[in-house]
């Protein structure tokens, strides 16, 4: 089973950058289906970025601000986060679709200060 762990969080100030990192156990090449969500406080998890094939596709509220990538030599998916504003404040975790089922890593903790 693959194991996931996310990095990069912290706290930034409104309009900085973060860049998330989630390192995976074993070799993601074969996986095709994998995407960041976010959960706030008090709200349900929600997609953000999501990779499906050759198919990138983003929640409207990040278009343009953030960036999936995946590096299969380094087993680790990315989520570039510019122009961060505090509605970005957030647990975020990263998830691949495994034989069927979702495996998810266990959060990093975005805020941003306004």
């Known amino acids: 089973q693959v194991q996931l762990v996310e990095s990069g969080g912290g706290l930034v100030q409104a309009g900085g950058s973060l860049r998330l990192s989630c390192a995976a156990s074993?070799?993601?090449?074969?996986?095709?289906?994998m995407g960041w969500y976010r959960q706030a406080p008090g709200k349900q998890r929600e997609l953000v970025a999501g990779?499906?094939?050759?198919?990138?596709n983003y929640a409207d509220s990040v278009k343009g601000r953030f960036t999936i990538s995946r590096d299969n030599a380094k087993n680790t998916l990315f989520l570039q986060m510019n122009s961060l504003k505090p509605e970005d404040t957030a647990v975020y975790y990263c998830?691949?679709?495994?034989?069927?089922?979702?495996?998810w890593g266990q959060g990093t903790q975005v805020t941003v200060s306004s």
């Open positions: 998830s691949i679709l495994i034989m069927g089922s979702y495996s």
């Open positions: 074993g070799s993601i090449f074969r996986f095709n289906v």
């Open positions: 990779i499906s094939g050759g198919r990138v």
